[in-house]
């Protein structure tokens, strides 16, 4: 299994603010995904983010309220600007172990965001 | 229509019974299919891979149903300890790897 770790782990925030929130993975992977997991509802991917490149962002989600960093293969930043109640969910970061080309994927705990 | 599509539960079941989940998919291009299992307040992982002969490991028994488009997962002797979310996960390749989650399905194992 890949070893991911997500800080915050959780947080509470103003709206009008912005929050980064870091992951880091215990061995070089091609492909960092986030996610976001709002209450009571299951997964939605927001972006695919790959080292060297811009992150590709799904439908419904722009990288103006959501800036990603990949500078290196082990490491990935998601930022949550400009927050509003409705961005209150847990972000996870989550990779697929490049040798296993199985499709399964690592998770990170998660950071639980609240917006006031 | 949601892509992935699971009945949200719960299921509430005694120790020691077997219950079974389904899931339907949309997209027929739809290459890969996998059960997650996901506890409260806990990120998700992988209960096992679905083949297209279906598989076994241990309790579990998965199975996929390509003409009708639904994959299924088959829990026996249920412990206390499956009390969780089972996420169907459905992966077509579309260029890059699309990796979409059903809503979940809630199980409950009671004494």
């Known amino acids: 299994s890949a070893v991911i770790s997500q800080k915050p782990s959780r947080d509470i925030c103003q709206r009008g603010t912005s929050l980064t929130i870091q992951c880091q993975v215990d061995?070089?992977?091609?492909?960092m995904f986030w996610y976001r997991q709002q209450p009571g509802q299951s997964l939605t991917l927001i972006a695919t983010a790959n080292q060297g490149s811009e992150a590709t962002y799904e439908s419904g989600f722009v990288i103006d309220k959501f800036p990603i960093s990949r500078p290196n293969l082990t490491f990935s930043t998601l930022t949550v600007s400009n927050m509003s109640p409705e961005d209150s969910s847990i972000y996870l970061c989550s990779v697929e172990r490049d040798r296993d080309n199985t499709g399964e994927l690592f998770f990170g705990e998660g950071s639980r965001l609240t917006v006031l | 229509r949601k892509e992935v599509e699971q009945d949200p539960g719960p299921f509430n079941v005694p120790e020691g019974a077997t219950v079974a989940f389904n899931c339907t998919y949309s997209?027929?291009?739809?290459?890969?299919f996998f059960w997650y299992r996901q506890d409260c307040r806990k990120e998700p992982k992988l209960l096992m891979s679905v083949y297209s002969s279906g598989n076994e490991d241990g309790r579990f028994t998965a199975q996929l149903n390509r003409a009708s488009q639904y994959i299924s997962l088959l829990i026996r002797d249920s412990k206390l300890s499956d009390s969780a979310t089972y996420l169907c996960?459905?992966?077509?390749?579309?260029?890059?790897?699309?990796?979409?989650f059903g809503s979940g399905t809630r199980l409950q194992v009671q004494p």
């Open positions: 996960v459905v992966n077509y390749y579309t260029g890059r790897r699309a990796l979409t």
């Open positions: 061995s070089q992977v091609t492909m």
């Open positions: 997209n027929s291009a739809s290459q890969s």
